[in-house]
């Protein structure tokens, strides 16, 4: 199904993108990402979305931002309605979906992983609901030889037996084989595409695929823009969020996508392990990676040894001075959407958008509310015993010093955070602590019964109240 364009997705588009039905030039008054983050930060903060610079209201509203973006410069895109409405015609002619930061649709992982850096705007044809169900990323250079391609699509086609999700790049060489291992396999592919996007989903190798839920295509970028290096080297921070795991097949040395990627993902990102191919020939771009901590491939050859992939962590980063304590900041923290972001056990359908229950804490990452200090949806310290979900009772200790009430907001976030399974790391990054700090607070809840640690899929999870004891 096509989600219907939101207001305030209408406003983004108007305000970010060159809206061109075919190839055209760019307009050069569209916002920059950079641009768009200011303007959206600072409606947070007068309490306003960007449906709003649409409303009755938009002239005082525009005033209010003129210390952000020009207010001329604003009219002027706001005023391509006509064009909008062309465009959007257009998309959905060839069943193309857009989805913005401000809208409940919009991929939980980019917005809890990417924070203000997710893309404001995405577009999309296929199943959503695959962006949500993780999996692994498979990457590499375009131009390599029959036998690395032999390679790449037998990884793809196992990780189809595993149920899991192949997540790539859509380019050719090594992307391309990941995605097509994967999809005779039977399994399900997410491709994140930098360029042509509408062209590549008016394929007729692609259009049952796309029809049948089998493959997502999705781009950050105009779904009529050609390729551009700078848009494909950008593109790959969301191969990585949108994933579990990661297998680099083959990179050059100090250049390229695919070495950019890896090492923004090695040295600063951090948010998934990330494996480089170990047999076959070498190369120096890999052993660089090698160098940055990337990790040999295991060369699982069967669904159980695939599965161990999954469960291998990051390396634990320096515990950080302030730990914890963003829970009770007025600044931003990559909680965002604050909604589980595990991937879906193999055989398992993922949840549907509307059945997804939200969390208790602020979005702070969306672009419909202001942010709110998370302090004050913390829960009260009164009880002096607390209910666990298998039915018994555990003393808990008077919540009067300033560590017992952090850690209670932190139970109730965990607690609605683990409805389905997490990995330390996993809950790090949402609770934006370091994983020494996720790990402690895991272990506890699990010493107090309220958790449990399973093996697959791998993570932790509440521990369910069996009805039938």
Not at 170 to 194: H, R, T
Request: net charge neutral; hydrophobic share 40%.
């Amino acid at each position: 199904m096509t989600p219907v364009l939101s207001p305030n997705t209408q406003a983004i588009l108007l305000l970010t993108a060159p809206l061109i039905a075919g190839r055209g030039a760019v307009s050069s008054d569209l916002l920059t990402p950079g641009e768009y983050k200011r303007l959206a930060r600072h409606l947070r903060e007068i309490q306003r979305q960007p449906a709003d610079l649409l409303s009755p209201d938009a002239p005082e509203i525009l005033r209010a931002c003129q210390s952000v973006i020009d207010e001329n410069r604003l009219q002027k895109l706001l005023g391509r309605g006509f064009l909008l409405s062309q465009v959007i015609e257009r998309w959905q002619a060839r069943a193309i979906w857009v989805v913005s930061r401000a809208d409940a649709e919009y991929p939980r992982r980019l917005k809890a992983r990417l924070r203000e850096d997710a893309p404001a705007v995405l577009y999309g044809c296929g199943d959503m609901a695959l962006l949500e169900t993780g999996g692994l990323a498979v990457v590499g250079s375009r131009h390599v030889d029959d036998a690395l391609i032999d390679y790449t699509m037998a990884v793809g086609r196992l990780a189809a037996r595993a149920g899991r999700t192949l997540v790539s790049g859509g380019a050719k060489g090594i992307d391309q084989a990941a995605m097509c291992g994967a999809l005779e396999g039977g399994g399900k592919v997410c491709g994140v595409l930098a360029n042509s996007l509408e062209k590549t989903t008016m394929n007729r190798e692609h259009r049952n695929l796309l029809l049948n839920g089998e493959l997502v295509l999705i781009s950050p970028y105009d779904p009529s823009a050609g390729f551009n290096v700078g848009n494909a080297m950008q593109r790959n921070k969301l191969i990585y969020a949108l994933a579990d795991t990661s297998l680099v097949v083959s990179s050059d040395l100090n250049k390229g996508g695919t070495w950019s990627g890896a090492v923004e993902q090695l040295d600063k990102l951090k948010f998934i392990p990330v494996f480089i191919r170990s047999t076959g020939e070498s190369s120096a771009g890999l052993n660089g990676l090698r160098k940055k901590g990337a990790l040999p491939w295991p060369n699982p050859q069967d669904v159980d040894s695939f599965e161990d992939v999954f469960n291998v962590e990051m390396p634990t980063p320096p515990a950080s001075p302030q730990v914890g304590f963003a829970l009770f900041s007025n600044e931003e923290s990559s909680l965002a959407d604050a909604k589980p972001t595990a991937p879906v056990p193999r055989n398992t359908a993922p949840v549907p958008q509307n059945e997804i229950k939200p969390f208790a804490m602020v979005d702070v990452v969306s672009d419909t509310q202001p942010p709110a200090p998370p302090l004050e949806k913390a829960p009260s310290a009164t009880p002096e015993t607390v209910a666990l979900l298998d039915g018994a009772e555990k003393p808990r200790q008077p919540e009067s010093t300033p560590a017992e009430m952090l850690f209670a907001a932190v139970r109730e976030a965990i607690e609605q955070l683990l409805s389905t399974p997490m990995k330390d790391a996993e809950v790090a990054v949402a609770l934006d602590v370091s994983k020494t700090q996720a790990k402690a607070w895991l272990q506890r809840l699990v010493d107090e019964g309220v958790l449990e640690k399973q093996k697959r899929p791998a993570g932790y999870i509440v521990k369910q109240k069996r009805l039938f004891e």
